[in-house]
């Protein structure tokens, strides 16, 4: 199922849905523009993000953007971590609920 040719079929959201993906791009560039974060840690964030979602397209979009603002190895390392230690957390929090009293 997954395969990056199928982003290509993008263009046909933009075609059957033109005003809502114009705003969809927009809201994404500028999501991902330098601010209080930098580019890099924006593109970090995506990856732990895209990681506990298993979007694989995210997944490799992603990594590929973090890379080219310079992420190193430790850093996507780092972050992937993080990604595993949040979902790991929302397993052990939720355990919670299986006692009573």
């Known amino acids: 199922m997954f395969d990056m040719k199928h982003l290509s079929r993008l263009k046909k959201l933009d075609e ?4 809502a993906m114009k705003s969809f791009w927009a809201f994404d560039k500028a999501v991902f523009a330098e601010g209080a ?5 924006k ?5 732990a993000v895209a990681l506990t979602t298993q979007c694989p397209y ?3 979009l992603h990594t590929k953007a973090a890379r080219d603002e ?15 230690a ?9 355990a919670t609920h299986l006692f009573r009293g």
């Open 37 to 41: 974060l930098s580019a890099q840690q």
């Open 86 to 94: 949040i979902r790991a957390g929302g397993a052990i929090t939720h």
């Open 43 to 47: 593109q970090l964030i995506a990856v």
């Open 58 to 60: 995210c997944i490799e």
């Open 16 to 19: 059957n849905a033109p005003e």
């Open 70 to 84: 310079g992420a190193s190895e430790a850093q996507l390392s780092e972050a992937a971590l993080v990604a595993a």
